[in-house]
């Protein structure tokens, strides 16, 4: 597609349970990032690829959060056993592999746990 | 203390005024320089985009970067109502650590008629 797509855009989910979120990115974009946005936090920085391979995980917050990225393309961002601190929204964006370039973000997943 | 400070705002001005925005750092490794834009219940949107000092302009944009006190700017010329939204700082080192950004929280703008 022209854009990065994400999906589901809105999500509510009771404590406890387990959500996935998508990102399908920009085709030929070969490196992928999530990041979260909390209100007054700013975004801060989760995971990246490159191709399927994470080299940089260093943002996730606890072993509840995991992602995969198959066949170069769409990212699944897996969230286990949710709490209320999870609320967020959460970005994907992709960029080309090479050249100085920013992202181009999707539209988000609005996360709400009750 | 955060790498990357940035005034929340709100901002507001009439409109036709000239708007600055500004974030200040304290990592002496970044060299890239990216203000973001995003509008209510959207992700954030590239506006400018700067390697190194020195200024660029692009419009009603100019971007400058001042390396010597960790220091960038935005400028918006003639603001309409239309730039209401909140204004991302953005910035990281060399290629080689993966294009990952550092953000700002951002600054909310509101131009009014």
């Known amino acids: 597609g022209a854009g990065v797509s994400q999906s589901p855009s809105n999500k509510v989910t009771e404590k406890g349970k387990d959500v996935e979120l998508r990102c399908d990115p920009i085709?030929?974009?070969?490196?992928l990032y999530w990041y979260r946005q909390s209100l007054g936090q700013g975004l801060e920085f989760l995971i990246y690829f490159q191709g399927n391979s994470a080299p940089d995980k260093s943002g996730l917050p606890s072993d509840r959060f995991s992602a995969e990225r198959t066949g170069g393309s769409v990212s699944t961002l897996t969230i286990q056993r949710t709490q209320q601190e999870d609320s967020a929204v959460y970005l994907c964006?992709?960029?080309?592999?090479?050249?100085?370039?920013?992202?181009?973000f999707g539209s988000g997943t609005r996360l709400t746990v009750v | 203390q955060k790498e990357v400070e940035q005034d929340p705002g709100p901002l507001s001005v009439p409109e036709g005024a000239i708007v600055s925005l500004n974030c200040t750092y304290s990592n002496s490794a970044f060299q890239y320089f990216m203000w973001y834009r995003q509008y209510s219940r959207k992700g954030p949107e590239l506006l400018m985009y700067t390697y190194s000092s020195g200024n660029k302009e692009d419009g009603r944009f100019t971007a400058q970067v001042d390396k010597s006190s960790k220091y960038i700017s935005l400028f918006i010329r003639d603001s309409q109502p239309s730039d209401s939204a909140t204004y991302l700082c953005a910035m990281r080192g060399a290629t080689g650590g993966g294009n990952k950004l550092t953000f700002g929280t951002g600054t909310q703008l509101k131009v009014e008629l």
């Open positions: 964006a992709s960029s080309p592999n090479r050249g100085d370039y920013g992202y181009t």
């Open positions: 085709s030929g974009h070969t490196a």
